[in-house]
Structures are given as structure tokens and as C-alpha cells.
């Protein structure tokens, strides 16, 4: 009785160390697909908040939360069956599919900077500047998050392709949960963040009311900074998407040029040679982002908005 109770809790312990290493298992596989999708997580932290701008103090938390449960519902209700079941069935589409994802990252990126360099961008904050109601807003934002969590959960489940199914399904649940958790608690705390700065400029200790005078006038330094950052990392992960798409379907010379070009800096730099070559394979891939999405943008403004300006103008 006791040798069979003893070889019991053995069998327990070693089930127990078992599932405790595929949660391991688990989370560093999530915590690399994750990685892969940086470049549009900075992006969906970038503009959310925007959302919010302009509206009551104590009315954006509320809706940042009810966003944030849209882009729940979007990733596990709508994204993550429909991509289980494409590489489970379909996997030979990931490759396009994630192409024209990154397409799509390097169109909004190229646009950004156009904008910017235009001046477009400045009328359009102007034309903004009369809010929409609360719903609307929400609406607003869960659709442009459906695009930015596809491309999230698509990058992340090209990470794990090989993975057993409900290992992929198990990963990329954590992943949905993760990166949203993630992304919405930092955009509450940024749209939040100049609201402590008041509180703690009015406070007695100059200390206090000094840094918090600094966060009041930092935040929108910060935010004009993470929207550099995330167009810049939309650029480079859209183009290093496109650059390993093309060398995977048969068309080899663009990979081999930055890959060459990566291999001669790490070879000339010495013991710097890894970041060094790292850098210029991400200063090719945006470089190719910026291209692709600049031609992407010419063909809209041709297409597309010319039409619609058409339209508007009858």
C-alpha cells in the first residue's frame, strides 16, 4: 500500500515536472513569437492613444478599456480560429498572406512619413479636431486594431508554424492576452501620465511638483517619439517580412544582396560584428519597407483617394 502510494506521488511529480516544462516551453515560445510582432505592437501603443486626445480626464480609462475588449474579441473570437484553421489546412498561404500583411505595414509607414513630409498631416488633425461620439471612437479604433492584430497574430503564428496544434492554439492564446494586457495597460498609463504630472506638480515638495511639471511637458515629446519609433518599426519589420517572403517563394536576389551586405559589415567590424550586421540588415529590410511602401502610395493616391476625392467633390 505505501510502495504504491509512494510510486503514485512519483508518477505526480513526474506529470508535474512535465507540465511545468511545457509551460516553459510555452512561454518562451510565446515570449519569441511576441518579439517578432515588436514593430506593430509599437505601433497599435502608438496610436491608441490618440483616441482619447481631447476627450474628459475621467472618461479615458473607460474607453481605453472598451477598446481594449474589442481587440479581445477581435484576436480571439475572429483572428485566432481563422488562422488555426489556415495552418492547419491551408499553410502553403502563410507565406502571402504574411507578405501582404507586411505590404500593408510598409503602406502605413510610407504614408506616415508622406503625411509628414506633405503636410497632409496637419489638416487632417485639423479636420479632427471636431470629436466624434464615445461610440464612435470605439468602433473607430477596434477596426483599425483588427488590422493591427492580425498582423500580430499572423507574425506570431509563422514563429511557431512547426508547433503541434493545439500548441500553436495554446501559444497564440497566450500571446492574444499577452500583447493586449501589454499594449492597453502601457496606453493607459501614457494617456494617465499627465494627470499624475498635475497632481504632483501642486504638491509641496519641490522635489515632487518639479518632476511632475516634467512629466506634464514630456508626454507629448513622448508620444511624437513613440510615433517615429513605430513608423520606423513598421518599415523594418514590413520590410524584412517582404525580404524572407520573396527568398522563400523562389526569388532569391534581394535576400542575397542584404545578406551579403550583413556578412561584409560583420566581417569588418570585429567584435561589434553581431550588432553591426544586425543594423544593416534592419537599415535594408526598411530601406525595402520604405520603397514598397512608397510605391504602394502612389498607386492609392492614383487609385483609390483620387477616386474617392471625385466623389466627395460631386
Known amino acids: 500500500m505505501a510502495g504504491g502510494l509512494v510510486a503514485l506521488l512519483d508518477d505526480v511529480a513526474v506529470l508535474a515536472r ?3 516544462a511545457s509551460i516553459d516551453d510555452i512561454g518562451a515560445a510565446a515570449g ?13 501603443t502608438a496610436v491608441t492613444p490618440q483616441y482619447v486626445h481631447g476627450l474628459n480626464a475621467e472618461r479615458e480609462l473607460p474607453i481605453i478599456r472598451k477598446i481594449a475588449l474589442g481587440s479581445l474579441r477581435n484576436k480571439l473570437l475572429v483572428i485566432l480560429p481563422a488562422i488555426l484553421l489556415l495552418s492547419q489546412f491551408l499553410p502553403w498561404l502563410l507565406t502571402p498572406i504574411l507578405m501582404i500583411g507586411g505590404a500593408y505595414l510598409c503602406y502605413e509607414g510610407a504614408e506616415k512619413i508622406w503625411h509628414r513630409v506633405s503636410g497632409h498631416a496637419e489638416a487632417h488633425a485639423t479636420v ?14 477596434v477596426r483599425t486594431d483588427f488590422i493591427l492584430s492580425a498582423e500580430i497574430m499572423v507574425i506570431s503564428l509563422n514563429e511557431v508554424a512547426s508547433e503541434a496544434f493545439w500548441s500553436r492554439a495554446i501559444i497564440l492564446l497566450v500571446v492574444a492576452v499577452g500583447i493586449t494586457v501589454l499594449v492597453y495597460g502601457v496606453v493607459g498609463l ?27 511637458k514630456g508626454m507629448p515629446k513622448l508620444l511624437s517619439a513613440l510615433t517615429v519609433v513605430g513608423t520606423a518599426a513598421m518599415l523594418w519589420v514590413g520590410g524584412h517580412i517582404i525580404l524572407l517572403g ?18 561584409a559589415a560583420h566581417d569588418a567590424t570585429g567584435a561589434l560584428g553581431g550588432v553591426v550586421g544586425w543594423l544593416v540588415n534592419t ?4 530601406v525595402l519597407g520604405l520603397v514598397v511602401g512608397a510605391l504602394v502610395v502612389l498607386v492609392m493616391n492614383l487609385t483609390v483617394h483620387r477616386s474617392k476625392a471625385g466623389a466627395d467633390a460631386h
Open 18 to 20: 512535465a507540465a511545468a
Open 246 to 263: 520573396t527568398d522563400e517563394l523562389g526569388f532569391h536576389p534581394l535576400y542575397e544582396f542584404v545578406h551579403h551586405l550583413e556578412e
Open 128 to 141: 479632427e479636431d471636431a470629436l466624434p461620439d464615445e461610440k464612435t471612437i470605439v468602433s473607430g479604433a
Open 283 to 286: 537599415l535594408g529590410s526598411a
Open 190 to 216: 501614457i494617456v494617465k501620465m499627465d494627470d499624475v504630472g498635475l497632481s504632483l506638480s501642486q504638491r509641496s515638495s519641490k522635489g515632487l511638483a518639479a518632476f511632475g511639471r516634467g512629466l506634464v
Open 32 to 44: 519569441r513569437a511576441s518579439m517578432k510582432a515588436a514593430g506593430v505592437v509599437v505601433d497599435d
